[in-house]
């Protein structure tokens, strides 16, 4: 099992950036998926982004493609959601996932580890 912690949430205004951070220990091969959900109140939780550990097949939810972008630090065995031009409607607790072979990406029931979640707050 991959233990994962989030960082770097946040109360930032509309049009600001935050850079979430997700930290993984244990065993995350070149195959390990990573995912970012996040969940509204009121709503259940959504996909936002994912990505294998080895950098390829990056993929994003339709509301956030040219403003948010997964990364990965494979020294700090780290990866990273960096969101640019932030609205209100992306304020929610924001969580990292993972799992060695999610039947897909895009659903957080076949995402086996997780984090705490972080805050993220847009005012407008």
């Known amino acids: 099992q991959v233990h994962l912690v989030e960082s770097g949430g946040g109360l930032v205004q509309a049009g600001d950036s935050l850079r979430l951070s997700c930290a993984a220990s244990g065993r995350t091969d070149s195959s390990y998926v990573m995912g970012w959900f996040r969940q509204a109140p009121g709503k259940e939780r959504e996909f936002v982004s994912a990505?294998?550990?080895?950098?390829?097949?990056?993929i994003y939810t339709d509301s956030v493609k040219g403003r948010f972008t997964i990364s990965r630090d494979n020294a700090k065995n780290t990866v990273y959601l960096q969101m640019n031009s932030l609205k209100p409607e992306d304020t929610a607790v924001y969580y990292c996932?993972?799992?060695?072979?999610?039947?897909?990406?895009?659903?957080?029931?076949?995402?086996?580890?997780w984090g705490q979640g972080t805050q993220v707050t847009v005012s407008s």
């Open positions: 990505m294998r550990w080895r950098g390829d097949s990056t």
């Open positions: 996932a993972g799992d060695r072979d999610p039947y897909t990406y895009y659903s957080d029931t076949y995402y086996s580890d």
